[in-house]
């Protein structure tokens, strides 16, 4: 049984720092791409970033670029998201999510093209 949990959401002031871990189990994952979606109360889930199954390409929404970062680590079957400089804005739950395709040429960005997802956690980013 495939398992994603999501750690390390909270509470943290604008200009704070953040990082999410995604413990992933039930198969392996070296092989999917890893991604992380967020939806804010009241909006629709987003993209937020995902990496290649490779770990050598990851890409991210344009409000995030140069403020979170994405990793993974295969032999551990973990994926996290650094997150810096955190604004109000970014407050959402935050979900790791596995591509259903194996070894997928590039990325996608659609939560349609992901067929496993964690439980979220929250992050909430006060002014």
């Known amino acids: 049984q495939v398992q994603l949990v999501e750690s390390g959401g909270g509470l943290v002031q604008a200009g704070g720092s953040l990082r999410l871990s995604c413990a992933a189990s039930?198969?392996?994952?070296?092989?999917?791409?890893m991604g992380w979606f967020r939806q804010a109360p009241g909006k629709e889930r987003e993209f937020v970033a995902a990496i290649k199954w490779n770990a050598g390409y990851s890409t991210y929404v344009d409000s995030v670029k140069g403020r979170f970062t994405i990793s993974r680590d295969n032999a551990k079957n973990m994926v996290y998201l650094q997150m810096n400089r955190l604004k109000p804005e970014d407050t959402a739950v935050y979900y790791c999510a596995v591509d259903r395709v194996s070894l997928r040429v590039g990325i996608s960005r659609r939560d349609l093209d992901y067929d496993y997802w964690g439980q979220g956690t929250q992050v909430t980013v006060s002014s």
């Open positions: 039930g198969r392996t994952f070296s092989s999917y791409a």
